[in-house]
């Protein structure tokens, strides 16, 4: 009788003659069993993680899901129900980095239309965060940066001095047409360089 014999085996110590398990329990991970995992349960797990972190833009989330070695058609449906349900927007984001950018680092409007290009942000999209930029805050921007840096510099010739602070303002992205007027008044008007 096979019946009992299987039940034995169950009940008793579960061993067969060369001292190894007759039967093994079911295991409770499905990875572990060899089963597949839903591949956009694993993309929305990746997701979720990246945007707990940070915010993220769309081609960010879509370069990180690419690393990961998601197909592009399940990444793509997982992104547009995440964009559907508002934990992806590019808008937002966009809006979100020119502020932080502009009061942190001090980036001009073309430094800040790199970093959205950079970050993967559509061009007219970039454009709309960037209007909220205008002429009168990049100026007062850097004044404030040249201000900042000129209190370093003490003891250097102004041209040394001028040419220093076109480079920084430069570097964040300030045109010309902004850099020299702020850095010709501050150089100008510092106090080692006024006349007793």
Do not use: F
């Not at 915010?55 to 964009?83: H, I, W, Y």
Request: some cysteine; charged content about 30%; hydrophobic content about 35%.
């Amino acid at each position: 009788m096979a019946a009992p014999r299987s039940a034995a085996g169950e009940s008793g110590a579960g061993r067969s003659g060369g001292g190894r398990r007759s039967w093994a329990p079911p295991p409770e991970d499905p990875v572990a069993a060899g089963d597949e995992p839903d591949p956009e349960s694993v993309a929305r797990a990746i997701v979720l993680r990246q945007l707990s972190m940070a915010p993220r833009s769309r081609a960010q989330l879509e370069r990180k899901l690419s690393q990961r070695g998601c197909e592009p058609a399940v990444a793509a449906r997982v992104l547009d129900r995440m964009t559907e349900v508002g934990l992806v927007d590019d808008e937002a984001y966009a809006e979100m980095l020119v502020r932080s950018k502009q009061q942190g680092k001090g980036l001009a409007r073309k430094g800040l239309a790199h970093e959205l290009r950079r970050q993967g942000i559509d061009a007219e999209i970039a454009g709309q965060a960037l209007d909220q930029v205008d002429g009168d805050d990049e100026r007062a921007k850097a004044e404030e940066l040249v201000a900042k840096k000129l209190r370093t510099m003490s003891g250097l010739t102004p041209d040394v001095q001028a040419r220093r602070l076109a480079g920084m303002l430069a570097r964040k992205g300030y045109s010309g047409e902004i850099a020299w007027p702020v850095i010709r008044d501050a150089v100008n008007g510092a106090p080692e360089h006024q006349r007793d």
